[in-house]
């Protein structure tokens, strides 16, 4: 599973404003119900199940990344969004390091299995330094699209280095 077939350019935030972990959590989700991504009306409960998942281990798996996620009998299919700091955020991350790109998402309690997919295609698309250094340097949302959906960068596609 692609995560560019679980965003669109209004689940993106190009620079995110909070600068500690659960700030960010608020933000990404505050930022779903504000582009009507999710129902206003599961705002706290999704918040309370992210808190839980958070409590148990930091969702900030290192290389200045975290994957925040929760599941939702509520929801019909999967949500995501996406959110960059240059500053870096404070996530309480197993390397002890701050995180620059945080990609929440919320899964239907009814489909486990794509909760496990999800997370294994977020994951291994973030071990590659390349794709994390094209993500801090893009400049427009339909750039993290591109990225996302594994197309080349520009200057690889005209064939330069």
């Not at 990404?28 to 930022?31: C, K, T």
């Given at each position: 599973m692609k995560l560019a077939n679980l965003l669109s350019s209004d689940r993106i935030i190009l620079e995110m404003a909070a600068g500690e972990h659960w700030p960010a959590i608020v933000e990404?989700?505050?930022?779903l119900v504000a582009c009507s991504s999710l129902d206003a009306s599961l705002r706290d409960e999704v918040l309370a199940a992210l808190k839980i998942r958070e409590e148990q281990v930091s969702t900030g798996v290192g290389h200045g990344?975290?994957?925040?996620?929760?599941?939702s009998?509520?929801?019909?299919?999967?949500?995501?969004?996406?959110?960059?700091s240059k500053e870096g955020i404070d996530f309480e991350a197993l390397d002890q390091r701050p995180v620059h790109f945080v990609i929440l998402f919320l899964v239907p309690k009814k489909d486990y299995h794509l909760h496990?997919?999800?997370?294994?295609?977020?994951?291994?698309?973030?071990?590659?330094?390349?794709?994390?250094?094209?993500?801090?340097?893009?400049?427009?949302h339909q750039e993290i699209l591109d990225i996302f959906?594994?197309?080349?960068?520009k200057a690889a596609a005209n064939g330069a280095s």
């Open positions: 990404l989700i505050d930022h990344v975290a994957i925040p996620h929760a599941f009998d509520k929801l019909d299919k999967v949500v995501a969004v996406f959110g960059r496990l997919q999800t997370l294994a295609a977020i994951a291994k698309m973030f071990t590659n330094v390349e794709i994390r250094r094209r993500l801090a340097s893009a400049g427009q959906a594994g197309k080349p960068s």
